[in-house]
């Protein structure tokens, strides 16, 4: 599987869609969601610095980098665009409320697993292992081995590098969180009950601010959606455009 940045650009169109994978996450995450932007609509749907590689890669890039590429690529997009939406998951949801903030051009926000109460939990260790050392058969580990951009390793000590990656995501997350209650961007939002690395309470939060619509998928977690709720999430992309 390849993963990189996709690039769909109409000639004269002044709408946008950007879209933002989550931390060691890829832009195919988004695959079942590009058929259904109107072919009028600009796709940004970006591959994170650091991201696409191998573990060492991902290891020297930092927060910032991935910040400021987001930030970047949203001054260019913006500047060439009336509307625009943006599509996050997980830690890109994060990039997606931040940047709505200061940004008037975004319009509306549709967002995938926000991480504001981080949580992992005891299964979700188990296939981090699993993964670290080369085991197979573990469910949740092939889920995250599909939905990663980085080529794993069963060089364990090579994941030491990924702790200051990790530290700066739980801050980014405690950050947005203070900062949510400034956004006045018209946001759609899914929480999976139970998600592997996000606590549910995290809805919580969401659910305060009036401009947020919080969605709950009770057959999902934060790597795979169930048919159901892959549908409801569909049916709810579709309606963004339709609304804008």
Not at 17 to 26: D, K, P, S
Not at 170 to 194: G, H, M, N, W
Request: charged share 20%; hydrophobic share 40%; with cysteine.
């Amino acid at each position: 599987m390849t993963h990189e940045t996709y690039i769909r650009a109409v000639p004269g169109s002044r709408d946008a869609v950007v879209l933002i994978h989550g931390i060691a996450g890829t832009p195919r995450h988004f695959d079942f969601l590009i058929p259904l932007i109107p072919e009028s609509w600009n796709i940004y749907n970006l591959l994170l610095p650091g991201h696409g590689s191998d573990v060492r890669a991902f290891g020297k890039s930092s927060m910032e980098q991935w910040k400021q590429y987001v930030s970047d690529a949203l001054d260019n997009i913006c500047a060439q665009a009336d509307r625009v939406i943006v599509v996050g998951h997980s830690m890109g949801t994060l990039f997606a409320i931040d940047n709505a903030i200061s940004r008037p051009q975004i319009q509306k926000l549709f967002l995938l697993a926000v991480p504001l109460c981080p949580f992992v939990r005891p299964k979700t260790m188990a296939a981090s292992v699993a993964l670290a050392t080369g085991s197979k058969g573990n469910q949740t580990a092939n889920a995250m081995k599909n939905a990663s951009s980085v080529t794993l390793t069963t060089r364990f000590w090579e994941y030491g590098t990924w702790t200051p990656r990790l530290l700066e995501l739980l801050r980014e997350c405690d950050r947005i969180k203070k900062l949510l209650p400034r956004l006045t961007c018209p946001t759609v939002a899914f929480q999976s009950r139970y998600d592997e690395l996000v606590a549910y309470r995290s809805k919580e939060y969401l659910a305060q601010n009036p401009y947020i619509t919080c969605i709950t998928l009770y057959g999902s977690g934060h790597f795979v959606y169930y048919p159901h709720d892959k549908e409801q999430i569909m049916t709810h992309f579709e309606a963004v455009f339709r609304d804008t």
